[in-house]
């Protein structure tokens, strides 16, 4: 069955950095998007970062563009968040997706990992 794990979260300083992983199995990955999506407690989720199928296509939302990266490596089936700059604001729990389709149906989630910035 398709499975999507999300980890590397915890604890993080504001101005710091963390890196999370999303590693996946039961599709084929290189032909599907992938996007990270945040959600905090009561509060809406929202659309962080994707990545298309090649890795060149990238989308940041405005409130992480300059300090997240997204990235995949398709051979190794993974792909990766990486977050600086880090702000309280960002704290949620961070969950990984992917789109069979091309057009932003994110059909397979993982189960998300939890960021927490403090100081």
């Known amino acids: 069955d398709v499975q999507l794990q999300a980890s590397g979260g915890g604890l993080g300083q504001p101005g710091g950095s963390l890196r999370l992983s999303c590693a996946t199995s039961g599709f084929i990955f290189d032909d599907y998007a992938i996007a990270w999506f945040r959600q905090a407690p009561g509060k809406e989720r929202e659309g962080v970062a994707c990545?298309?199928?090649?890795?060149?296509?990238?989308y940041y939302a405005d409130t992480v563009k300059g300090r997240f990266t997204v990235s995949r490596n398709n051979p190794e089936n993974t792909a990766a968040l990486q977050m600086d700059s880090l702000k309280p604001e960002d704290t949620a729990v961070y969950y990984c997706?992917?789109?069979?389709?091309?057009?932003?149906?994110?059909?397979?989630w993982g189960q998300g990992t939890l960021v927490t910035v403090s100081s």
């Open positions: 997706a992917a789109d069979p389709t091309g057009k932003s149906i994110w059909t397979y």
């Open positions: 990545v298309g199928s090649s890795g060149e296509r990238t």
